[in-house]
């Protein structure tokens, strides 16, 4: 599984690499923009990622604003529904309006921080990443 970890907080993006790596290539990115720059390049080496997990208060450009952007490329390269990114959204922000806007933009889970790697592991169950 190819993964992309994107958070602004190093603690965060730590607790998540050592979940996540054991299953598969974890790549980071530390904003917004760079999410969206490591989405683009993945796909141009004819690639793709498996999963990403999205903090939504980041610098840059927010996780909202990148969910939007990446759902937008699948998009442009005929890609929609089951076939795209699952994309979880690793967050702090448990409210209403934050969750409903995630799903919106098409994310397939939403967990609050700080994420155990037992609520990660069943979602990636659930989510058909893991058996």
Do not use: H
Request: charged share 35%; net charge negative.
């Amino acid at each position: 599984m190819r993964i992309l970890i994107v958070d602004d907080e190093f603690t965060s993006r730590k607790r998540l690499i050592t979940f996540l790596s054991e299953y598969g290539e974890c790549d980071i990115a530390v904003n917004g923009k760079e999410a969206i720059e490591a989405f683009k390049n993945v796909w141009d080496e004819g690639d793709f990622y498996d999963l990403i997990c999205l903090d939504i208060k980041m610098p840059e450009m927010n996780g909202q604003e990148v969910l939007k952007e990446m759902r937008n490329i699948e998009q442009d390269r005929d890609i929609s529904g089951l076939d795209g990114v699952k994309i979880i959204m690793t967050t702090a922000l448990d409210d209403l309006d934050n969750i409903k806007s995630a799903f919106r933009e098409q994310c397939e889970a939403y967990l609050i921080k700080p994420v155990s790697k037992e609520k990660l592991i069943n979602t990636l169950k659930e989510l058909g990443l893991l058996k």
